[in-house]
């Protein structure tokens, strides 16, 4: 019984939505082009991906600008950020979509897609 209460907690998980985090938001691109992700992939600045701490590689998430309500739907291949508050590094393609490459970070809001 206790292996079925085991699956079943793991598929009721699996089909909640996540709650949403609140924090800030960076970006990173040039300095890290061609590089390894932390999934093993080559990092593209122009992609639409990002990095979160927790989040399965291949999880897509959508991060809204809580201060314009834009938001961008983005792929999980790397891990971060490494600076405290902050929830999620965008690559640059991200960043343009939801534009903040000009102010380098935003307060955003992240929930799984």
């Known amino acids: 019984m206790t292996r079925f209460a085991a699956a079943l907690f793991a598929v009721l998980a699996l089909a909640m939505p996540a709650a949403a985090e609140s924090g800030s938001a960076s970006w990173y ?10 999934s093993g992939e080559r990092f593209d600045q122009n992609a639409v991906t990002c990095a979160h701490r927790t989040a399965r590689f291949g999880t897509r998430l959508r991060v809204m600008d809580t201060r314009t309500g834009r938001a961008v739907v983005c792929r999980v291949n790397d891990r971060g950020p490494f600076v405290s508050g902050r929830v999620v590094d965008l690559s640059r393609g991200a960043a343009a979509r939801l534009g903040i490459l000009s102010r380098g970070t935003a307060r955003v809001t992240v929930t799984r897609n």
């Open 29 to 38: 691109g040039p300095g890290f082009q061609g590089r390894r992700t932390a």
